[in-house]
Structures are given as structure tokens and as C-alpha cells.
């Protein structure tokens, strides 16, 4: 078992990678902001994992040793990120529906997210070093 398989820092990675891909979708959203009939899209990961966490499950977790154990309690398998486009409205006389100052505000929310992620991750990765015998 690796040190580094744990749920709390497989769901770090996931959120890490669902906020990359959801930077790269507000810069898309940006970079046609002039394209007519261009209909935003958004990425939705926080939503898919919130119903997977609310899903009736035991509210008790088996220790598995070996990852050929059978999941007793809460699945350990992270929901998929997936990009969503918004069809439905119309901002523009063009058709097109990016707001320029609401994606870039959702850009900087996705930063400060995607910071703090990464300064959890770092602060683990200390803890795990001081506890192994690093400096």
C-alpha cells in the first residue's frame, strides 16, 4: 500500500484536476467572447461529488488491506469531471452568452480554490516528511 493512497489525497488530486480543467474552460469561455452563437460552458465536479457523498450508504467504513478487498461502507471512487454547455440563454444580439465579468470572477474563485488545495496538499506533505524523518 502506497503512502500516498489515501481517499482525503485522492480527492485533493481530483479536485486539483477538476479546477485545471475548469481554468481552461473559463479561458475558452473568455477567448470567444465575440464568437457568435458561442455558448458557455462550465465544469461540474463539486455538485457530482456532493450527490455521491449524499448517496444512502452504511455509515460504516471497512479497513481494507489489500486493494483486492471488497469496499464495505462508502465507495472510494471519485465521481468524473464533466463539461457542461449552457444552451439556454442568450446574453448578446449575436446569440452569444459568455458575460465577460462573471467568468472573470469565477476564474478568480477557481484561484483561491485551487491555491488553498495546494496549500493543504504542501502542509500534508510536510507532516508526512517531519513524520518519516525529513526536515
Known amino acids: 500500500m502506497s503512502l500516498l493512497d489515501k481517499p482525503s489525497w485522492n480527492m485533493m488530486e481530483r479536485s ?3 479546477s485545471t480543467l475548469r481554468q481552461k474552460v473559463a479561458a475558452n469561455n473568455i ?13 461540474a465536479f463539486e455538485e457530482l461529488l456532493q450527490g455521491q457523498m449524499n448517496a444512502n450508504t452504511p455509515s460504516i467504513d471497512g479497513y481494507r488491506t489489500d486493494p483486492r478487498h471488497f469496499v464495505i461502507g462508502k465507495s472510494t471512487k471519485l465521481p468524473d469531471t ?15 452568452n459568455v458575460d465577460m465579468d462573471y467568468e472573470m470572477s ?12 495546494i496549500q493543504q496538499m504542501n502542509s500534508d506533505f510536510k507532516k508526512l516528511r517531519t513524520v518519516i524523518g525529513g526536515r
Open 106 to 117: 469565477l476564474m478568480a474563485k477557481n484561484q483561491l480554490k485551487y491555491n488553498t488545495m
Open 16 to 18: 486539483l484536476d477538476a
Open 82 to 96: 464533466e463539461i457542461k454547455s449552457d444552451n439556454s440563454t442568450a446574453i448578446n444580439n449575436n446569440l452569444n
Open 31 to 43: 477567448a470567444n467572447v465575440d464568437t457568435p452563437n458561442f455558448k458557455r460552458s462550465d465544469v
